[in-house]
Every structure is written in C-alpha cells, then in structure tokens.
T-cell receptor, first 113, second 109 residues
Framework: NAGVTQTPKFRILKIGQSMTLQCTQD?????MYWYRQDPGMGLKLIYY???????DKGEVPNGYNVSRSTTEDFPLRLELAAPSQTSVYFC????????????FGPGTRLLVL | DQQVKQNSPSLSVQEGRISILNCDYT??????FLWYKKYPAEGPTFLIS?????DKNEDGRFTVFLNKSAKHLSLHIVPSQPGDSAVYFC????????FGEGTQLTVNP
C-alpha cells in the first residue's frame, strides 16, 4: 500500500492563479481531510469528507474548494491564489467514524508570490 | 481560541536522557488524545494515543500521561535517541482533531 499520496510536492503560484492539489489514498478509508500548516502553528482543518459525494467545511475553508467523487481521491482547489495561502498542505485519511488515528500524506509546499 | 497548546516551541536533551513534551487543552469534552511525530519534508506520523478514561499509556520507549483535572498531557521518551529529533504535535479528538503548535525536539549525541 502506498498509503496517502499527494502531488505536487512543491509549487510556486502567482497571485490570482488557480491550481488543484491532488490527494489519493489506497486504504479504502471513508474519511479524508485537508489541513494547512503555517510556521509555528498547528495543523488547521480546511475541509473534510466522510465519504464519496459528501464534503464539509473545517476551520479555515475560505479561498478553497473540494470535491469527492470517489473513495480514493480528494482534490483541493485554490481558485484565486493569495499570499496568505502560502503554506504546507497535508491530506489525511482515516478508516471509519470511530477510528481516531488519521494517516497523513507527505505534504505539498505552496508558495504564492 | 487555541483549544490545544504546546507552550514549548523547542526542547533539547542529551542522548539517553528523558524527553518530556507537554500539552495543555481547554475543552473538557475531548475524548481522545494523540501524539504525532513529524520529520522535515514528511507528513506527520502517528506515535501514541490515550483515551480520556485512562491516565497512562505505554508503548516501548514512549509513555503518554493524561491529567484530566489539570487538562494536561505529556509524552515521555526514555531513553531519548538522536533519531527521535523531530517536531511532535499533540492532538485532541472530539468529532475532529485539534492540533497543538508543535514542539521541536532535538536529541544531541
């Protein structure tokens, strides 16, 4: 099992550009999450999904969109990149509602200039 | 409102000694607590957890202690090894995980 994979590893965007961060898991997990981590801060939840077709906002959803058309994939869309979105983005998954442990991907480092 | 706080941004210890990482929380409804370890350029990996109904959980060199009355948990690593050098995040669970800011642990040979 590859676990949770994320692409790209690193990207530089200009202000106003858009991009999609990809996340795929091969563990057949129902729950998937997107977090961002800023320097000296903990991970903040952006969006999450409890299954294909179901998504919901987390703590910091503004400026982002998500979709979940399959169990495996949970892409995160930035429509109009802003410098405040410079961060490291982590995707995570967990198996079922009662499970507590989330499994994380390696992260995507995004720089918006 | 920072519900989970790790007040020490960094900790340095000698190899073989004990490392103690601390975490405080404010929400008494949290029912589960986890510690994650993160190396540079990698995602966080699960280390150890504890249910709110327990006060101690041990796994090899790692022990987590929970003091519910003080709303405080700690992670003890004994003996510390250079490979333990990483950022450690505590997280508290209700319906979702709430993370602390992380503590950078450096274990010196």
């Amino acid at each position: 099992n590859a676990g949770v994979t994320q692409t790209p590893k690193f990207r530089i965007l200009k202000i106003g550009q858009s991009m999609t961060l990809q996340c795929t898991q091969d563990m057949n997990h129902n729950y998937m999450y997107w977090y961002r981590q800023d320097p000296g801060m903990g991970l903040k939840l952006i969006y999450y999904s409890v299954g294909a077709g179901i998504t919901d906002k987390g703590e910091v959803p503004n400026g982002y969109n998500v979709s979940r058309s399959t169990t495996e994939d949970f892409p995160l869309r930035l429509e109009l990149a802003a410098p405040s979105q410079t961060s490291v983005y982590f995707c995570a998954s967990k198996r079922v509602v009662g499970a507590k442990t989330q499994y994380f991907g390696p992260g995507t480092r995004l720089l918006v200039l | 409102d920072q519900q989970v706080k790790q007040n020490s941004p960094s900790l340095s210890v000698q190899e073989g000694r004990i490392s103690i990482l601390n975490c405080d929380y404010t929400n008494s409804m949290f029912d589960y607590f986890l510690w994650y370890k993160k190396y540079p350029a990698e995602g966080p990996t699960f280390l150890i957890s504890i249910s709110s109904i327990k006060d101690k959980n041990e796994d090899g060199r790692f022990t987590v202690f929970l003091n519910k009355s003080a709303k405080h948990l700690s992670l003890h690593i004994v003996p510390s090894q250079p490979g333990d050098s990483a950022v450690y995040f505590c997280a508290a669970s209700l319906s979702r995980l709430t993370f602390g800011e992380g503590t950078q642990l450096t274990v010196n040979p």
